[in-house]
């Protein structure tokens, strides 16, 4: 296993959670991370990514300033802070490695992907 993703769970609407996801030094080193999520019935989405160095980060417009991506390099694993969860959040939440040290939001562009944790928020 190249990533594992973990935190997931269910949480009232308005509540916070911090996904994990911890990988190999292979698959982090030098390569930018992502999160993508995928909601029932719903095709995959970006939700935040970050830089290899952690300087740049950017955010899907229905997360942004709600969600917080970080990572560790010295613990090779990156971290989604979640707050105000909104029922629409409702997904399972997946990590991904990304080919370049600076990413992308197109999904094709990332090498690894963890297993994916749910993510159920209720209103």
């Known amino acids: 296993v190249q990533l594992q993703a973990s935190g997931g769970g269910l949480v009232q609407a308005g509540g916070s959670l911090r996904l994990s996801c911890a990988g190999s030094?292979?698959?982090?080193?030098?390569?930018?991370m992502g999160w993508f999520r995928q909601g029932p019935g719903k095709e995959r989405e970006f939700v935040a990514g970050i830089s290899w160095s952690g300087d740049t980060t950017n955010y899907a417009d229905s997360v942004n300033g709600r969600f917080t991506v970080s990572r560790d390099n010295a613990r090779n694993t990156v971290y989604l802070q979640m707050m105000n969860l909104k029922p629409e959040d409702t997904a399972v939440y997946y990590c991904a490695a990304h080919k370049r040290a600076y990413g992308s939001r197109r999904d094709e562009e990332y090498n690894y992907w963890g297993q994916g944790t749910l993510v159920t928020v209720s209103s």
């Open positions: 030094r292979r698959t982090f080193s030098n390569n930018a």
